[in-house]
C-alpha cells in the first residue's frame, strides 16, 4: 500500500470539515438552506474528473490530490455563485425566470471558462512535480468536468428550486 494513500482518510476529515464551513458561508450569504445545497452539487461529481485524471496519467491519488480536490470545491463555488447571483440579478430586473437562467448561464459561461482554462495552465507548470502532480491532476480534471457540470447542473438545479418555491407559494 502506498504511503501517500494512509494519509487519505485524516485528510478526509479536513475536506468535510471545508464543506461544512462553506455550506455556512453560503447559508450566510443567501439567506436560505437550500441554495447552498444547489451550489454544492457539482462539489462530489467532481471525482468524476479527478479518479479517471489519475487513472489516466498512472498516478496514485495522494493527500495533495485531496488537497487539490478541497482547492477545486472553492473553484466550484464560486462558479456556482456567480451563476445564482446573475439569475438572482436578472430576476430582480423583471427578466422572467426561463430567461434570467438561460441569460445566467450564457453570459457568465466566458468568464467562468476563462478563469477554469487559467488554473488548469497554471496547474500543468507543477505537473511534474513528484509531490505535487496529485494535486495537479486533481485541478486540472476536476476543472475540466466541474465546469461543464456548474455551467449546466446549477442552472438546471436553481430553476427547478425557484418554480417550485413560487409554485408553493402561489397555491
Known amino acids: 500500500m502506498d504511503h501517500h494513500l494512509r494519509d487519505v482518510p485524516r485528510h478526509g476529515s479536513r475536506l468535510r470539515s471545508g464543506l461544512i464551513f462553506i455550506y455556512l458561508l453560503v447559508v450566510a450569504q443567501f439567506r436560505s438552506y437550500a441554495v447552498p445545497l444547489i451550489i454544492m452539487a457539482p462539489i462530489p461529481l467532481t471525482i468524476i474528473g479527478v479518479m479517471p485524471g489519475h487513472a489516466l496519467l498512472g498516478a496514485n491519488f495522494t493527500a495533495t490530490s485531496m488537497i487539490g480536490m478541497i482547492a477545486l470545491a472553492g473553484i466550484i463555488v464560486r462558479n456556482s455563485i ?25 453570459i457568465r459561461a466566458r468568464p467562468i471558462v476563462l478563469t477554469g482554462l487559467a488554473a488548469m495552465i ?50
Open 122 to 171: 497554471g496547474a500543468f507548470f507543477i505537473i511534474d512535480d513528484p509531490i505535487f502532480n496529485g494535486l495537479a491532476i486533481s485541478l486540472i480534471f476536476g476543472i475540466l468536468v466541474s465546469t461543464v457540470l456548474t455551467l449546466l447542473l446549477i442552472p438546471l438545479l436553481y430553476y427547478g428550486y425557484i418554480r417550485r418555491s413560487h409554485a408553493g407559494a402561489v397555491h
Open 82 to 106: 456567480l451563476l445564482v447571483d446573475f439569475i438572482n440579478q436578472e430576476i430582480a430586473a423583471g427578466q422572467p425566470l426561463a430567461q434570467a437562467v438561460i441569460s445566467a448561464a450564457s
